[in-house]
């Protein structure tokens, strides 16, 4: 059986070593329209903020020669033909398969995309938009930056640069950060934090009007109302698009069941694939690591002869990198709330018939995993939750299991 | 594979574990040169709940969350004692293992062995490097009242290991007449202390 893969992004790259290591010793074949070694996408921010390169291939270096692929990069596949099971090149290569493992990822969206026409302006999406970045930065020793989009990619972007040492500059159109995120009060409390802690100047309810270059190189930023912000390096984090029209004709994903299959012979993952949710929300693109790896591991496994079913996608994420008050969240912010709160923590919970519906946690990942557990296994747990959110201490787990009663909260 | 069962009736807290852990992990290698040190790295974490106390630190899950949460491909199972382990060189401290973590086992801080300047998720590593040199774990070595038990784990322990904590306790046998008692003491000493806040 001969297996190709568009894209070779986290769950191709995960798929492909699944199978081998399974035993799989057939033909696989992986194209791609990036040049490089899988890399982790979760890691390449850090590259900019001084980590060592080779981290980001996170199966390795040698990934294609270990795991016996033949891989075609720098091609981007522009046909795919489901009748015939082959699909075509931009370089003209035309590529049978048995099974096609479509993960053909995202790529940023961009409100004025001939910005990107002037130099400084860059996606933050790529490893090779990290390289390009990060060699402008040096070549230009850039000291200040802007960044459009106050999500979780946008203040990934902005948190990097300022460990970097940058004067960063984050233009958000919302009155608080991470609102897909967070609720308006967790959003509230995360983006005071971050105002206070981070380092970087916020421009809240903000939109970029336009951009003055120099010589074609971006000299300022000029947002609506007239504040000019001086800085050669721009930013774009808002938004992505599914990469499915070469599949389906759409921009919306590629809707696939628990067996993960768009049609008998193709297979679809990661970003580009929409998903029910694990719990109760809606079917949609849960673009998240866990969940491309999850999938990659099913589809992976019913190639090697297994029936497994895909069990949803979650929404769970967690920001952490480069502060120390962690912003997790999952679930939907729809029911009953239970708050705990004090200077340093925003705990919440959504119940919905007395289970965990959604939650948000910043300050510390002490009950993180805890909550996580509770919402994911649909425990009841109306009666004790409030003692568990005022936990410092994270034992609410273990008092569960010695039987003891939840604590009381203390005032 | 072996694992290490916690027997929590039988903890009194002394914290041996956490002191064992700690010198086990330190580049010193001693007591001393945890001293005043930051750095120092406890995988273990001896929680005093009312009277109750409990060794905390990873169960080694299989399958385990936080292995297939980690997007940085930094956590892996040692082949030879399975083992879930993280590579430090490879963590960006993303927290998404702590974020699915059920038992609160893993922490962030700056150690020895995370490259300079870099924070770094750790935690119980089930002391692999000494398990290959036919030793125990530190933590069960240096518990004196056999609350830390490292024992074979049967099959079925590990497809239950997501889900509880429960697979991983032991005490059906009962306890000794002199932990009772000493359970029983504290039991009243907490007792009193509450009544005495109140």
């Known amino acids: 059986m001969k297996i190709v893969t568009v894209g070779t992004g986290m769950a191709a790259a995960e798929f492909v070593q699944q199978l081998r290591l399974g035993g799989f010793e057939d033909e696989i074949v992986m194209l791609s329209d990036e040049p490089h070694t899988p890399y982790s996408p979760c890691v390449?921010?850090?590259?900019l903020a001084g980590e060592p390169p080779n981290n980001v291939f996170w199966k390795g270096r040698d990934f294609y020669e270990r795991y016996r692929v033949t891989a075609h990069l720098n091609d981007k596949v522009v046909e795919i033909d489901r009748e015939q099971a082959q699909l075509r090149s931009a370089s003209g290569r035309v590529e049978n398969y048995d099974k096609l493992f479509f993960a053909a990822g995202s790529r940023s969206w961009f409100p004025r995309p001939e910005w990107l026409d002037i130099e400084g302006v860059?996606?933050?999406?790529?490893?090779?938009?990290?390289?390009?970045?990060?060699?402008?930065?040096?070549?230009?020793?850039?000291?200040?930056?802007?960044?459009?989009?106050?999500?979780?990619?946008?203040?990934?972007?902005?948190?990097?640069?300022?460990?970097?040492?940058?004067?960063?500059?984050?233009?958000?159109?919302?009155?608080?950060?991470?609102?897909?995120?967070?609720?308006?009060?967790?959003?509230r409390f995360a983006t005071d934090k971050l105002m206070q802690r981070s380092g970087i100047a916020f421009h809240m309810s903000a939109e970029v009007d336009s951009l003055d270059s120099r010589n074609g190189q971006l000299h300022s930023v000029r947002l609506q109302g007239g504040t000019a912000i001086e800085a050669p390096l721009l930013i774009i984090a808002t938004g992505f698009k599914p990469n499915s029209a070469i599949l389906n004709g759409g921009e919306g994903g590629i809707a696939v069941g628990d067996d993960l299959l768009a049609d008998p012979r193709v297979l679809v993952a990661g970003d580009v694939a929409v998903t029910r949710h694990a719990i109760d929300g809606p079917a949609g693109v849960y673009a998240t690591a866990p969940n491309a790896i999850a999938q990659a591991r099913v589809a992976a496994a019913n190639i090697l002869g297994g029936n497994e079913r895909y069990a949803g996608s979650l929404n769970a994420n967690v920001l952490r990198k480069h502060l120390d008050f962690p912003v997790v969240s999952a679930g939907l912010f729809e029911g009953e709330a239970v708050t705990f709160t004090n200077d340093r923590l925003f705990r919440r919970v959504y119940l919905q018939d007395g289970r965990i519906h959604g939650y948000i946690l910043v300050g510390d990942t002490r009950l993180a995993g805890y909550i996580y557990n509770l919402y994911v296994s649909r425990e009841p747990v109306a009666a004790h939750i409030a003692g568990v959110l005022a936990d410092m201490r994270g034992e609410s787990y273990y008092r569960s299991l010695m039987d003891l009663a939840p604590a009381a909260i203390s005032c | 594979m072996k694992k290490i069962f916690v027997d929590y009736r039988k903890c009194v807290a002394c914290k041996s574990c956490e002191m064992a852990c700690a010198v086990a992990h330190h580049p010193s290698g001693s007591l001393y040169g945890l001293v005043g040190d930051e750095k120092t790295q406890v995988n273990v974490r001896v929680l005093g709940v009312e009277h109750e106390a409990f060794p905390v630190s990873c169960?080694?899950?299989?399958?385990?969350?936080?292995?297939?949460?980690?997007?940085?491909?930094?956590?892996?199972?040692?082949?030879?004692?399975?083992?879930?382990?993280?590579?430090?060189?490879?963590?960006?401290?993303?927290?998404?293992?702590?974020?699915?973590?059920?038992?609160?086992?893993?922490s962030f801080k700056h150690t020895h062995r995370a490259l300079p300047g870099r924070e770094v998720a750790y935690k119980c590593d089930l002391c692999h490097e000494r398990l290959a040199q036919g030793e125990v774990p530190a933590c069960v070595q240096a518990c004196h009242s056999g609350a830390l038990v490292f024992k074979e784990s049967e099959p079925q322990r590990e497809k239950r290991a997501v889900s509880s904590l429960k697979v991983y306790l032991l005490g059906e046998g009962g306890e000794p007449p002199l932990f009772s008692l000493h359970r029983e003491l504290r039991r009243k000493t907490f007792a009193r202390r509450r009544m005495g806040k109140s």
């Open chain 1, 44 to 47: 390449i921010p850090y590259l």
């Open chain 1, 122 to 187: 860059f996606g933050f999406k790529t490893l090779s938009d990290m390289q390009g970045i990060d060699r402008y930065i040096g070549e230009q020793a850039v000291q200040q930056a802007v960044v459009i989009g106050g999500g979780f990619i946008g203040l990934d972007a902005a948190l990097a640069l300022r460990h970097r040492g940058l004067q960063v500059s984050l233009v958000h159109c919302h009155d608080r950060l991470l609102e897909r995120m967070t609720d308006a009060d967790g959003g």
């Open chain 2, 59 to 106: 169960r080694h899950c299989d399958p385990a969350a936080c292995l297939t949460a980690c997007p940085a491909g930094a956590i892996a199972r040692d082949p030879e004692t399975g083992a879930v382990v993280q590579d430090p060189a490879k963590c960006q401290a993303c927290a998404m293992c702590a974020m699915v973590c059920p038992f609160d086992a893993i």
